[in-house]
């Protein structure tokens, strides 16, 4: 089982965590394919470290989800009473870097989820080695089970086993050499792939350990239809597949410069910054009409949340709730280790969005003939002293670029970004020494030059 991609924002008008003894002994791992055995579980987080839930915006309470006995031993039990335990040749401990399993309630919805990273390790005569790593996380939109993260926590420590063993039998199981140790491995030790490459690999993310090693899937074509976004803030696209196949339970896809993740109503970039991903989201107080509001609650969801989790829903990256209000977006950071989004802090933003752009010829410009305004092959406009021309693109990813021509043949190149919440406008004017200079109005002045255009002097359309 490979976990697909999905998101759930917790809004806390009146959330409460519910105590929950997480009880694992009555679970086994669908593990029959898999001939290896746990000979050790050990936490890699710190042996003291808590098994609980988000609090982000909220007190701290004492109502965790917690196991009903140590958590090394608990996860031992489960994993050595499911795996092959007589005539194995593959022996493995297993060190835990991240557990988090969550149990929300909000109203009479519950919501479950779980984030996990394992390394598999092996000891040989000169030391410890490292044959595999990886993290996932999966989200239960609708926990009515009472052992619902039971089950969460065994779909992920399923997906991650299977992925060792066809490691392993497909020979790439690593051979890294490591120090053992109570602390969590920094996310940089791993030297990832995604992190290490000057670039994304063009193609889809099936999942989230396809982003992180780097290798989308590139069998399928895809097209991508940009979508407005506010000045600054990540761009925003919806995917065409063109085999016709539904993209909503894809985990994102890159460009070939940049990745996108899916947050269901459509795919906002990862932004790259320093050792992290970081991306912003538009916060559902603010937004609401591009959410699935969630019947019975104060909860929204995204991503592809719709099947049960009994019939192979997809995983998730839930992220935590947050304090509730009305700023307009939600600064979140990305978990390398597990795929998980956290939130990191509230961003205002304004409420306009357009990506209007005026192109103005000074009444003072001495030009004798028109200056012309070129978009690629097309000219866009042809502008004499006080004209000018109106120009609304649609949507692109990346900035359109414009040459400004006067007469004499001089040119300057203007840059458009297309994601933009406010006007702007641009002043070309040719100069006594027939130089073209263009410059973009300072903030202050863009409403009043706007203002005092007058329709008699927009530019003829271009013929």
Avoid at 11 to 21: D, E, G, N, P, Y
Avoid at 48 to 68: N, Q, Y
Avoid at 431 to 452: C, F, H, N, W, Y
Wanted: aromatic share 8%.
């Amino acid at each position: 089982m490979r976990p697909q991609f999905a998101i759930v924002l917790f809004c806390c008008a009146s959330i409460a965590f519910a105590q929950h003894t997480l009880d694992i002994h009555t679970l086994r791992l669908d593990l029959r394919d898999v001939d290896m055995r746990v000979d050790t579980v050990m936490l890699g987080f710190g042996p003291a470290a808590a098994i609980g839930a988000s609090r982000v915006g909220l007190s701290p309470s004492a109502d965790d989800v917690f196991f009903d006995q140590p958590t090394a031993t608990a996860l031992g039990d489960l994993m050595n009473r499911s795996l092959q335990s007589v005539g194995s040749l593959h022996h493995v401990t297993v060190k835990v870097n991240a557990l988090r399993l969550e149990e929300i309630r909000s109203n009479q919805e519950e919501v479950g989820s779980c984030a996990v990273h394992l390394e598999f390790l092996v000891q040989k005569e000169d030391g410890w080695y490292r044959v595999y790593e990886q993290g996932t996380c999966l989200t239960d939109p609708a926990m009515n089970d009472p052992h619902g993260l039971e089950e969460l926590l065994s779909a992920c420590l399923e997906d991650l086993f299977q992925g060792c063993w066809s490691a392993l039998t497909t020979g790439t199981w690593t051979n890294e050499p490591v120090a053992l140790n109570a602390s969590r491995t920094p996310d940089s030790a791993f030297r990832l792939p995604i992190m290490r490459d000057p670039a994304p690999c063009r193609g889809l993310y099936r999942s989230f350990q396809q982003f992180r090693a780097n290798v989308p899937d590139t069998t399928v074509e895809f097209f991508i239809a940009p979508l407005r976004t506010g000045n600054g803030n990540p761009r925003r696209a919806r995917l065409n597949l063109a085999d016709a196949s539904a993209p909503d339970m894809l985990w994102g896809f890159s460009d070939g410069a940049r990745s996108y993740v899916n947050v269901g109503s459509y795919f906002i970039e990862l932004m790259r910054e320093g050792d992290r991903f970081t991306t912003v989201l538009p916060n559902p107080e603010a937004e609401r009409e591009q959410l699935a509001f969630a019947k019975g609650g104060s909860m929204f969801m995204f991503g592809p949340l719709g099947a049960p989790f009994a019939g192979g829903m997809g995983g998730g990256i839930p992220f935590g709730p947050g304090p509730r209000n009305h700023a307009e977006n939600l600064a979140m950071r990305m978990d390398l280790l597990t795929g998980r989004l956290g939130m990191t802090g509230i961003i205002a933003a304004p409420n306009v969005v357009t990506s209007r752009h005026y192109l103005l010829c000074s009444d003072k410009s001495l030009a004798d003939q028109p200056v012309h305004v070129q978009l690629g092959d097309s000219l866009l406009a042809a502008l004499n002293p006080g004209e000018f021309h109106e120009f609304t693109p649609e949507m692109q990813l990346d900035p359109l670029v414009l040459e400004v021509r006067s007469a004499s043949g001089e040119t300057q190149l203007l840059s458009l970004d297309t994601y933009r919440t406010d006007d702007q406008v641009f002043i070309i004017k040719v100069k006594k020494d027939g130089r073209l200079t263009v410059t973009e109005a300072g903030s202050q002045m863009v409403l009043p030059i706007i203002e005092d255009l007058k329709e008699t002097n927009r530019a003829r359309p271009r013929q």
